[in-house]
């Protein structure tokens, strides 16, 4: 399993983006997935998850309103936009996927939000 992030950019206060996570290795349709971040002395926090069987969606307090997380079965990817950026947002961005309670994760894409 391979999750490979994109998207990642340095911005202004305002602005919008969208990452992609493109998954490869996954056999069943199935799973959970997930986005997280971790700015810099920060703890790692989740900020949205997607379940792909049902489509149904979770977002952190912070972010609910302002991000969106989405699947698209045909092209593998996870995508998360990010609108109305805020320098907090600033952090590494991964993605992760659940199997069967084992966890894969990608390396990280950043943003930059002055």
């Known amino acids: 399993v391979q999750l490979v992030e994109s998207g990642g950019d340095s911005v202004q206060a305002g602005g919008s983006l969208r990452l992609a996570c493109l998954t490869s290795?996954?056999?069943?349709?199935?799973?959970?997935m997930a986005w997280l971040r971790q700015g810099t002395g920060k703890r790692r926090e989740m900020v949205a998850g997607?379940?792909?069987?049902?489509?149904?969606?979770v977002y952190a307090d912070s972010v609910r309103g302002r991000f969106t997380i989405s699947y698209d079965s045909a092209k593998k990817t996870v995508y998360l936009q990010i609108n109305n950026l805020k320098p907090e947002d600033t952090a590494m961005y991964y993605c992760?996927?659940?199997?069967?309670?084992?966890?894969?994760w990608g390396h990280g894409t950043q943003v930059t939000v002055s």
């Open positions: 290795g996954i056999t069943t349709t199935r799973y959970c």
């Open positions: 992760a996927a659940d199997l069967r309670g084992i966890g894969y």
């Open positions: 997607l379940y792909t069987g049902s489509g149904h969606t």
